[in-house]
Nanobody
Framework: QVQLVESGGGSVQAGGSLTLSCVTSKIYNTRYYMAWFRQAPGKEREGVAAIYPFTGVTHYDDSVKGRCAVSQDKVKHTMYLQMNNLKPEDTVIYYC???????????????????????WGQGTQVTVSS
């Protein structure tokens, strides 16, 4: 079974930076879409960034475009999310999912269709203080 483990969350002040990591174990396939989703208390989980490792294509939600960068290390089977200029509204839990099947997604699917992702990590908390 695919395991996804997020790390790198923590507490920072507004304007600060964090880099989240997601390590994939058991199965890694460059044709599986991977993404970063976030969820605030009482709200739905929403996609903020996604990457198709096979081609390196990336997608970003408008709320993080210009402030975040998703990348991958194919050797380490690890995906990263570099977040800069963090804001208090970035205080959420970040999750790392993978599709688990070989299919390219549109941007809307990669960020908006949670059902496309079969495997999910446990999440990592990010807290940004003003």
């Amino acid at each position: 079974q695919v395991q996804l483990v997020e790390s790198g969350g923590g507490s920072v002040q507004a304007g600060g930076s964090l880099t989240l990591s997601c390590v994939t174990s058991k199965i890694y396939n460059t044709r599986y879409y991977m993404a970063w989703f976030r969820q605030a208390p009482g709200k739905e989980r929403e996609g903020v960034a996604a990457i198709y490792p096979f081609t390196g294509v990336t997608h970003y939600d408008d709320s993080v475009k210009g402030r975040c960068a998703v990348s991958q290390d194919k050797v380490k089977h690890t995906m990263y999310l570099q977040m800069n200029n963090l804001k208090p509204e970035d205080t959420v839990i970040y999750y790392c999912p993978a599709t688990g099947y070989s299919l390219a997604l549109t941007s809307d699917q990669a960020l908006g269709a949670r059902e496309e992702y079969i495997y999910w990590g446990q999440g990592t908390q990010v807290t940004v203080s003003s």
